[in-house]
């Protein structure tokens, strides 16, 4: 499969998002605290010309993770019908390097369960902190340090 991977706006993720992430609940479930920011960036895989998968990285701090400058990995969702085909570890390549040149020490990021392995397999790492969201379910606080400095 030939995809292209490139930086997009927030609301061209908003179906991505709604489909995946809230269960069809419409758009306006689909904007983040930070979509907007000047320090956020959202990239997005495109085949065909439709975007199949996309995730944002917001500048966001948390207490439960100690480094000098981190940043939250969100809304990170691959179409199902292109799942396990290798988008969602091209758009975590595209986030590492991304961050490491912008010397971010840390991504951090609430994981759903379902989703727990395929992050583990890709670096990340997860803390005891958990929690449920109603309607959608069980996540994880994970991160994944970048240098020595992270967490």
Not at 16 to 43: A, M
Not at 119 to 135: P, R, W
Request: a positive charge; glycine letters at 8%.
């Amino acid at each position: 499969m030939s995809f292209i991977l490139k930086k997009v706006e927030s609301t061209d993720l908003y179906p991505l998002r709604n489909k995946v992430l809230r269960n069809n609940k419409g758009f306006k479930f689909c904007k983040f605290d930070g979509d907007d920011s000047v320090d956020t960036i959202h990239f997005a895989v495109i085949k065909n010309e439709s975007i199949i998968g996309g995730v944002s990285l917001i500048k966001n701090n948390t207490n439960d993770i100690k480094s000098l400058k981190n940043i939250q990995l969100r809304g990170m969702a691959v179409y199902k019908n292109y799942q396990k085909n290798k988008i969602g570890s091209l758009l975590l390549k595209k986030v590492d390097s991304h961050c490491i040149k912008n010397n971010i020490d840390c991504i951090w990021m609430n994981a759903r369960l379902e989703a727990l392995g395929f992050y583990l397999k890709n670096g990340f790492t997860k803390t005891k902190k958990s929690f449920n969201i109603e309607g959608i379910g069980k996540h994880y606080l994970l991160y994944k340090k970048l240098n020595e400095k992270g967490y």
